[in-house]
């Protein structure tokens, strides 16, 4: 079979009639931009109110930033395709929009582990809150999120950025480039690339669900020691947000990239993705920040 060295991609995944179309463009643009209104909004009252200056903030502030990153990787590019009905992406913006999305995810999933190690020491270890994680450290574990997020995939995208194509001009049935679609248009032998992908993928979010587990565990056991219920009731509600944003985002990882390859559908891949990186970075805000009590004070103000 022939190969070729590719310069142009098609995105095919949201072929629909035109009016449609519009339907969907108009969702997508409302959902797009109130994500980002929400999520400014968010980075704003976390940066600007003094009492918010807490390990916690920090790190939904961080949270904030990345959701604003993760829908905007795709969004865009998705809406200029709705309006102009061109398809095409360069090889150069798929390899980086693959490269973007990426990195961004695996730096969520780093910030949510150091956001359940700072709900441990809160309820574990509330006297030595302050000198277990001050904010200096806090600051440079949101630093290391970024920095190995954005180190982790770089061979992985090197290497796919140097596959043949079985095609001059490959469709994507994708809403953007995603890695697993890519793979499977390459005509190179991708089971070494593959591998690679699926360690990856492993490493990042087990590696950060581990000590979100252990987390969690040791939350648990102590508010489970705590007499009053009311008591208890408190304690788990400092966590509940959290622990909804990290169901959220590891049930949808895990079922797109941790999973054997053809156990799902390209359809339901995409209708995860949909959910994950458009209407999560929505969603989440209000999760994890908006219903917060202090949050709320600080917008009345």
Known sequence: MASYNQTWFSLVGFRTTLPLQLCVFSVLLLVYILSLLVNMLTITILTLHQHLQTPMYIFLRNLAILDICLSSCTVPNLLVIFVSGDESISFGG??????????????????????????????????????????????????????????????????????????????????????????????????????????????????????????????????????????????FSTCSSHFIAVSINYGCCIFIYVRQAGNNSTSHEKTVAIFNSILGPLVQPFIYTLRNQAVMHGLKK
């Open 94 to 235: 798929c390899i980086f929009q693959l490269y973007f999305y990426l990195s961004v995810g695996c730096t969520v999933f780093y910030t949510l582990a150091f956001l359940s190690l700072d709900r441990y020491i809160a309820i574990c270890h509330p006297l030595r809150y302050n000198t277990l994680l001050p904010i200096p450290r806090c600051r440079k574990l949101v630093a290391c999120a970024w920095i190995f997020g954005f180190l982790e995939f770089i061979p992985l995208v090197i290497v796919i950025s140097q596959l043949d194509w079985c095609s001059s001009n490959v469709a994507i049935d994708h809403f953007f480039c995603d890695g697993s679609t890519l793979l499977h248009l390459s005509c190179s032998d991708t089971d070494t690339v593959e591998n690679l992908f699926f360690g990856l993928a492993s490493f990042t979010i087990l590696g950060s669900f581990l000590p979100t587990f252990s987390s969690y565990c040791s939350i648990i056991a102590t508010v489970l020691r705590v007499s009053s219920s009311t008591g208890r009731r408190r304690m």
